[in-house]
């Protein structure tokens, strides 16, 4: 497993703690089998993205798909594998 930590998200802030799961959803769909832990760092709550590909084609593969999503203009996944 590849692990991503996302020291830019604080995991006490709402926002971010949804960035975090978005994050995961994306990650989940491009690789089945991700999962996400949660590290302290000086007292901030960090999530550590785990994938079983690496960040390179994770990254590459996210930009087609929120490419796709734009053409498409639906945030549906089913109705882009068509």
Avoid: Y
Wanted: charged share 20%; hydrophobic share 40%.
């Amino acid at each position: 497993m590849n692990t991503i930590a996302c020291k830019g998200l604080d995991g006490s802030n709402p926002l971010h703690f949804l960035a975090a799961l978005g994050l995961l959803r994306l990650a989940d769909r491009i690789t089945s089998g991700a999962s996400m832990a949660w590290t302290q760092d000086s007292g901030v709550w960090h999530p550590v993205l785990e994938t079983p590909t690496s960040r390179e084609i994770l990254f590459c593969a996210a930009a087609e798909l929120l490419r796709t999503l734009g053409k498409t203009q639906s945030a549906d996944f089913q109705k882009n594998r068509r």
